[in-house]
C-alpha cells in the first residue's frame, strides 16, 4: 500500500514570497490532515478535512494560510506572504473514518520550508 | 497548543537498557497514542491505548495510562540503536471527528 506523498520535501522562500505545498493521502482515506511542526515542538494540527469539507481549522492562521481538498483526494497548503516564523515542517496524514472512534493517522515525509 | 508534556525531554542509553518516557495531559480524552519521529521524517504510529484501558503491549513496547493523573508512560524494553528517534504521545478527545494534540516529545538516544 502506498503511503502519503508529499511535495515537494525542501523549499527555501524569501520572506512574504507565497508557497505551496502539495498532499496525496493513503487511496480510500477520507480524513486529511495538515500539522505545521517547528523545531524541537510536537506537531500541531493547521486544517483537517473530511472527504472536502473542513471539519476544523481553528488554528489556521487563515490571514495568510490557506487549504483546499478539492474532489476529496489530493490536497493544497498554501502560505501567502510568508513570514519567519513559518520555518517548519509541514505534515500531512491522513485516516480511515470508520465512526469508531479509534483511528491512526498515517503521516507523510513532510515538507521543511525555511523563510529568509 | 500543546495538550501533552513529555518527560523527560532528552534521554540518553545503552543499547539493551529500558526507556521509559512520561505524558501528562490537561483534560478528559478519549483515547492516548504513541508515536515516534525519526530524524526528517514523518510521524509512525506506535500503539493506541483507549481511556478504559490501563495497560497495553505490542512487541517490546508497554504503555500505560492513568487517566485519573491524567497521565500515561512508554516502556521500550531491551531498546536497540534503532530505536534512536524521538517520541511523542498524542492524545484524542473525540469531539465527534478525530482531534490528535501532541506533546513536546522525548528525544532518545541509544548508543551501541
Known amino acids: 500500500e502506498a503511503g502519503v506523498a508529499q511535495s515537494p520535501r525542501y523549499k527555501i522562500i524569501e520572506k512574504r514570497q507565497s508557497v505551496a505545498f502539495w498532499c496525496n493521502p493513503i487511496s480510500g482515506h477520507a480524513t486529511l490532515y495538515w500539522y505545521q511542526q517547528i523545531l524541537g515542538q510536537g506537531p500541531k494540527l493547521l486544517i483537517q478535512f473530511q472527504n472536502n469539507g473542513v471539519v476544523d481549522d481553528s488554528q489556521l492562521p487563515k490571514d495568510r494560510f490557506s487549504a483546499e481538498r478539492l474532489k476529496g483526494v489530493d490536497s493544497t497548503l498554501k502560505i501567502q506572504p510568508a513570514k519567519l516564523e513559518d520555518s517548519a515542517v509541514y505534515l500531512c496524514?491522513?485516516?480511515?473514518?470508520?465512526?469508531?472512534?479509534?483511528?491512526?493517522?498515517?503521516f507523510g515525509p513532510g515538507t521543511r520550508l525555511l523563510v529568509l | 497548543s500543546q495538550q501533552g508534556e513529555e518527560d523527560p525531554q532528552a534521554l540518553s542509553i545503552q543499547e539493551g537498557e529500558n526507556a521509559t518516557m512520561n505524558c501528562s495531559y490537561k483534560t478528559s480524552i478519549n483515547n492516548l497514542q504513541w508515536y515516534r519521529q525519526n530524524s526528517g521524517r514523518g510521524l509512525v504510529h506506535l500503539i493506541l491505548?483507549?481511556?478504559?484501558?490501563r495497560e497495553k503491549h505490542s512487541g517490546r513496547l508497554r504503555v500505560t495510562l492513568d487517566t485519573s493523573k491524567k497521565s500515561s508512560s512508554l516502556l521500550i524494553t531491551a531498546s536497540r540503536a534503532a530505536d534512536t528517534a524521538s517520541y511523542f504521545c498524542?492524545?484524542?478527545?473525540?469531539?465527534?471527528?478525530?482531534?490528535?494534540?501532541f506533546g513536546t516529545g522525548t528525544r532518545l538516544l541509544v548508543s551501541p
Open positions: 498524542a492524545t484524542d478527545a473525540w469531539t465527534g471527528f478525530q482531534k490528535l494534540v
Open positions: 491505548i483507549r481511556s478504559n484501558e
Open positions: 496524514a491522513s485516516s480511515l473514518f470508520l465512526g469508531d472512534r479509534i483511528e491512526t493517522q498515517y
